[in-house]
């Protein structure tokens, strides 16, 4: 049985949820959201909570039950607070610009990088830290990995991008092996 998935989710103040056969759709000050419900599945709405309730107990719904409560805590979080994830920059000339919805990344290669918001992203760049803000807890993330990927931190100076408090083991280099 799921832990995760026999919590209830309580719904806040400003929000409001819409449930059809096959889709929950959630609407907050920030935003909108829709997620297609996993067949075997029934989404519950009682007393300002939402309970996900399994049809048929097989172990691919039991498997999937915690997944589903996350998926709807997470837009109602989303459509309320939002998410965020910051990235830093490390290394000589690396920077990085926002012009319109548009990041602008000058990583040492010979052109700059250009990434497009997709809708509901939102860039913002202080001083070697991209922030990558919306109301989509996956969206945000995908966005975050995909910048990082660009280039992603070097085991020997720390070059790169790496996610704000990521700690990057270092290797000693030629110099110090054969010192020693």
Known sequence: MSRIGKQLIKIP????????????????????????????????????????????????????????????????????????????????????????????LNLGFSHPIEIEAPKGIEFRVDKNIITVSGIDKQLVGQIAADIRAKRKPEPYKGKGIRYFGEVIKRKAGKKAVAAG
């Open 13 to 104: 103040e400003g929000v409001e949820v819409k449930i059809n056969d096959s889709v929950i759709t959630i609407k907050g000050p920030k935003g909108e959201l829709n997620q297609k419900i996993i067949p075997g599945f029934k989404i519950e709405l009682k007393d300002g909570k939402i309970s996900v309730v399994p049809i048929k107990k097989s172990k691919n719904t039991r498997s999937l039950w915690g997944l589903m409560r996350s998926l709807i805590s997470n837009m109602t979080k989303g459509t309320v607070d939002g998410f965020e994830k910051k990235l830093e920059i490390e290394g000589v000339g690396y920077r990085a610009s926002v012009s319109g919805d548009k990041l602008i």
